[in-house]
């Protein structure tokens, strides 16, 4: 947790922001698995934890705009609590260690909102993504569940956004934990994948590495030798000599802050000629976008520029014909990477992705594509320092994809799909970093580089364990 002050001075900041009303920010709560007692893992909500940084369930935090005030309405444990899972704090100890002073039980809420509607305040609230939270505030506030969404707050969802998307020198550092753990989840990787593995076997590791040093992982991992499905989430493959083990993979740290990197790598160790072309098509885009990423530009120009430097790789390998720029332009390289350059990353993978990933991708400026691929792009907006994105091209050979466009002739004056036909058992390459954005650049985030060159990859699957 960070000192009380770091969370007093958000909330100020937030209110600040705002006109008038009341804000709620609600925590999240332990969530049935298969029968009430046994629940899936409990992970608390992240402008919950931004703003009150306490991480248990059954928690709502509430911040009165026009009255500096904070209060945190959650019920004291009890004595059977206490018998099952231990010695626990008062919630107003709980409150205290986060600069907030005034607390009440849950059930105190229900005035608070409507002490407030009845004097005509506005009561602001986030997108609630849990069923849980959305019949809460559906009772909170008197209305249906399917009245909620048009209720919440653009004003509050604006103001978080541009709040918690410039990350602090504090939070970097928590970052940089995250991605150690990365680092050291995604080395073992490299030294375990061999012929007659499993990728369950990988995957349990890298899931161990995580908890081992922090709260799990950042998202459910792809561990995979087919990685030209992009969210690739069966792990029961054999790895088998001459195809590739796509590993992306991230942690979070103790204090919930997130990192996402992939690699790619041939599952002998050795990666043939073909594999190493389209690898270092790849590097390119990874490395180029690391070269001029900074603030000022927009990330969608910028995904445009990393479609631009795969085109001319593929132009080199006769895959994309004609003028690649213009190839790239044209949409021809979206076959090759149907997905986005890169999101934000923070206290959630896609940072704040529940908030509508257009108002946290996209601004008045940048409008999202409407393009197949360019249209992924989640985070398209203009750089600022302090912005965490990732960096993550790929090359997929979509075996359905190709033959769609080959059928109906897409992009047809671009793409040599014969060539292209070559590449049907190929697979697919992603290299995915994490980038804090800087007024002149960027720096890529983690205390340690992993091996993203084919030579460096190669190294480390000579190591052993
Ligand atoms: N690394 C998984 C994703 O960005 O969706
Ligand atoms: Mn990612």
Redesign the pocket.
Known sequence: MFSNQTYSLRRKELRNKMQSGIIIILGNNESPANYPHNTFHFRQDSSFLYYFGLNQPGFVGVIDVDNDQDCIFADDFTLDDVIWMGKLPSVAQLAEQVGVKISNPINELQNVVDKAAKAGRKIHFLPPYRTDNKILIANLLGVKISQVAELVSPELVNAVIEQREIKSEEEIQQITLACNTGYNMHTTAMKMCKPGMVEREIMGTLEGISLKEGAGVS?AP?VTINGQT??NHFYGNTLTDGRMLLV???AENNMNYCS?F?RTMPVNGKFTTKQKEIYDVVLSANMLVKKISKAGLTYQDIHIESLKEMGRGLHELGLIKGDPIEAAMNGAVAMFMP?GL??QMGLD??DMEDLGEKLVGYDAKTKRSEQFGLGALRMGKTLRPGHVI?D?PGIYFIPDLIAKWKNEKTCAQFIDFQKVEQYLDFGGIRL?DGLLITENGCTVLGDKHIPLTTQEVENEMAKSL
């Open positions: 998202f792809i992009l969210h992306d993979a991230g996402d992939t997905h890169g999101h993978v896609h990732t993550e995915e």
